[in-house]
């Protein structure tokens, strides 16, 4: 046979293969695409979820219960169910990252989730609300380990259902010095951030809140100020009275009993009135009744920074305030006359019972050296008069290369929001955060 008839029988047969072949494939089949839910429930660490009524302007929202580590450092430690809430809008858009410093307050959208429709994922700090193991071994509770927390949530969940968005993290007050945290042990997990009025405390006893405190807005003011407190040592007596009355009718304790607990309501009054912004037209003048200071006293401080109860909701709080994050205490020599010593009242009542820790400076001084050094692209908003802004973050003369910004609201306070700035600051501030999310 020639050659050529060899090549055009191999060649018929291998095509006459080729179409039985093709008569007996079956169509592949097309998969299901997996609902959102079914996406979440696959997470391997999520115990729990719920599909929520939704709210804002999201779409579909989910309350979900993530098991983590009781201490990431040390497994055989064991386990707690940490609650998170997520927000879904769009599998393209931005996912706005709500870091509570405290438990989770609300499922609705936040300032930038609002403002961009975009997706907001909240994560509740560990160790508040019911985000804790049953029995608490306090020295777990580390900046550390929650940052720690907080990054294994965002991989997750951006693994999950948002591989290609940006995510911007965001906190206010110690949210923000949780979103600072976050970002100092995990400096790319998000792709910026913006923080609210967050402390960064250097001591634990800051002195700075007492610089600030005799400089604040007007002598004028701080005059009114100290003559109101004045005003209630002179009526200590009567004070007593009507603060044990209420202590009654509401079941109310403290844990230094009444007596120190009205002395230091009285103390704590100046750093509430600047942190709220407080109106000075509404302190009550000399003259009026002793019912009229305690209402004011009261309306300014509240009982749930010293009353038993709200310091056991508040424990997380103070626990890490005392031996990590910092806090504040109050002079008395300005009282001396009334109090009988010049020595700083501090918070040292606040610790768990039978428990105690000594402060630890370096968590915040790693904080400070990150954003001194090489954090990028975090946003820092501030009021003028909050009286936590007496230990705001202080920007190196390296941040503006670094994308680092701080807006300061003349005389806002701790409720200064991006939406309180004028319409031409306001329209600064996004227009960074638009660079961020377009890069």
């Known amino acids: 046979m020639k050659l050529s008839h060899v090549f055009y029988a191999i060649l018929f047969s291998i095509t006459v293969l080729s179409c039985k072949t093709t008569q007996n494939v079956v169509a592949p089949t097309v998969e299901k695409e997996l609902s959102n839910f079914e996406k979440l429930a696959g997470i391997p660490n999520i115990v729990s979820i719920e599909k929520k009524q939704t709210t804002s302007h999201f779409d579909e929202n989910y309350e979900l219960w993530f098991e983590q580590p009781i201490d990431h450092n040390d497994a055989t430690k064991g386990t707690f169910k940490q609650r ?11 996912v706005i990252v709500e870091l509570r410093g405290y438990g989770i307050g609300s499922e609705r959208a936040g300032e930038l989730a609002a403002h961009y429709k975009a997706n907001q994922l909240t994560i509740e700090h560990r160790y ?42 965001t906190g206010i007050s110690k949210g923000c010095q949780t979103t600072m945290a976050h970002r100092r042990f995990f400096p790319n997990n998000v792709d910026a951030s913006v923080c609210y009025v967050g402390p ?9 809140v007492y610089q600030f405190l005799k ?29 044990k009355n209420e202590a009654q009718s509401k079941n109310m304790n403290w844990e ?36 009229q200071i305690y209402k004011h006293l009261i ?40 109090l009988n010593t010049e020595a700083i009242y501090k918070f040292d009542w606040a610790f768990p019972d039978g428990v105690s820790k000594p402060y630890n400076l370096k968590p915040m001084q790693d904080i400070k050296s990150y954003l001194d050094e090489s954090a990028e692209k975090i946003l820092f908003i501030y009021g003028e008069y909050d009286a936590w802004s007496a230990t705001a973050v202080e920007l190196s003369d390296s941040a503006a290369e670094r994308e680092l910004y701080k807006f300061v609201k003349p005389k806002g306070d701790h409720r200064t929001r991006i939406r309180n700035f004028s319409s031409e600051t306001k329209q600064s501030i996004y227009d960074i955060i638009d660079a961020w999310l377009q890069q």
Do not use: H
């Open 84 to 94: 998170v809430f997520l927000g879904f809008e769009n599998g393209n858009l931005p």
């Open 215 to 243: 400089t604040v807005a007007t002598k004028e003011d701080r005059d009114k100020v100290k003559a109101f407190q004045n005003l209630c040592f002179e009526n200590r007596d009567a004070l007593l009275q009507l603060m």
């Open 299 to 338: 309306d300014v401080v509240g009982y749930g920074f010293f009353e038993e109860k709200a310091v056991d909701d508040l424990q997380p709080y103070f626990w890490a305030a005392l031996t990590e994050q910092g806090i504040y205490g109050y002079e008395t020599a300005p009282f001396k006359e009334y």
């Open 128 to 169: 508040f609300n019911n985000s804790r193991p049953s029995t608490i071994d306090w020295n777990t509770l580390t900046v550390e380990n929650a940052a720690k927390d907080q990054a294994r949530i965002i991989n997750a969940i951006r693994n999950a259902l948002y591989p290609n968005s940006k995510f911007i993290s």
């Open 256 to 291: 230094f009993g009444v007596e120190k607990a009205l002395d230091y309501t009285i103390l704590e009054y100046s750093f509430a009135f600047w942190q709220w912004g407080v109106p000075v037209s509404s302190i009550p003048p000399k003259g009026v009744s002793t019912a």
């Open 200 to 208: 960064l405390n250097y001591k634990r006893e800051d002195p700075r």
